[in-house]
């Protein structure tokens, strides 16, 4: 079991950056694969960037070579610095652990808000 709590959402501007991070406590960070997922009004959840327990990466096109994530296990935490920000990225965004062993089990957390608005 693993509790994550989502902090760095808020308003931004086109073209500006956030930071989100994802504290998780509850078990052994380390062995859990992170991810950051968003969901915008009318829209169902969908991927954004995944970091693997050995630090590979995934990401949606969308996203591609302007959101970066990353995690540090000593910390527990799993951040996505987001750039070049867009309208379209406004969306609840929520932070996601798993853990597949023989099966695959997920958590969540509450979920943060970024609104990208001029």
């Known amino acids: 079991q693993v509790q994550l709590v989502e902090s760095g959402g808020g308003l931004v501007q086109p073209g500006g950056s956030l930071r989100l991070s994802c504290a998780a406590s509850?078990?052994?960070?380390?062995?859990?694969?992170m991810g950051w997922y968003r969901q915008a009004p009318g829209r169902q959840r969908e991927l954004v960037a995944t970091?693997?327990?050995?630090?590979?990466?995934n990401y949606a096109d969308s996203v591609k070579g302007r959101f970066t994530i990353s995690r540090d296990n000593a910390k527990a935490t799993a951040d996505l610095q987001m750039n070049s920000l867009k309208p379209e990225d406004t969306a609840v965004y929520y932070c996601?652990?798993?853990?597949?062993?023989?099966?695959?089990?997920?958590?969540w957390g509450q979920g943060t808000q970024v609104t990208v608005s001029s």
């Open positions: 996601n652990a798993y853990l597949v062993l023989t099966d695959r089990k997920d958590y």
């Open positions: 509850g078990s052994i960070f380390r062995f859990y694969g």
């Open positions: 970091i693997s327990p050995s630090g590979i990466t």
